[in-house]
């Protein structure tokens, strides 16, 4: 199964947009980062506290747009693996969602989904 977030276009390169979906028992919120042709998912959930990483809407990436930046206490992760490479929870990473691309349009596939 899997849910249809947006066309391809609708997320800048680089840029960045959030998600929230409503599953059979917990909402799922989540953020999608389009970068240098690429499309990365992960759990709007920061490894050190649980917390959403944003707090401007549909801003994940540092200024630079190099790295994805947590807005409580700046922890920085790779745009391409979600892994920590500065800050509280440097060493861990953000839980990865799984992304399909068919017809320039952007699905999340739910069956990795935990719920
Ligand atoms: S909550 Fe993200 S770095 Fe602390």
Not at 48 to 70: R, V, Y
Not at 76 to 81: I, N, P, Q, R
Not at 101 to 108: A, K, P, S, T
Request: net charge negative; with cysteine; aromatic share 10%.
């Amino acid at each position: 199964m899997r849910h249809k977030l947006c066309h391809i276009n609708d997320i800048s390169d680089p840029g960045s947009r959030e998600f929230s979906l409503q599953l059979a028992n917990c909402a799922l919120d989540f953020f999608v980062v389009h970068k240098d042709g690429q499309f990365f998912a992960y759990k709007n959930s920061c490894p050190h506290t649980g917390a959403s990483l944003n707090w401007q809407e549909n801003q994940f990436l540092d200024m630079d747009n190099a790295f994805i930046q947590c807005s409580v206490h700046n922890a920085l992760f790779e745009v391409d693996s979600g892994y920590c490479i500065a800050g509280p929870c440097s060493g861990s990473s953000m839980e990865e969602l799984t992304l399909i691309i068919e017809n320039n349009e952007l699905y999340l596939k739910l069956s990795d989904v935990a719920s």
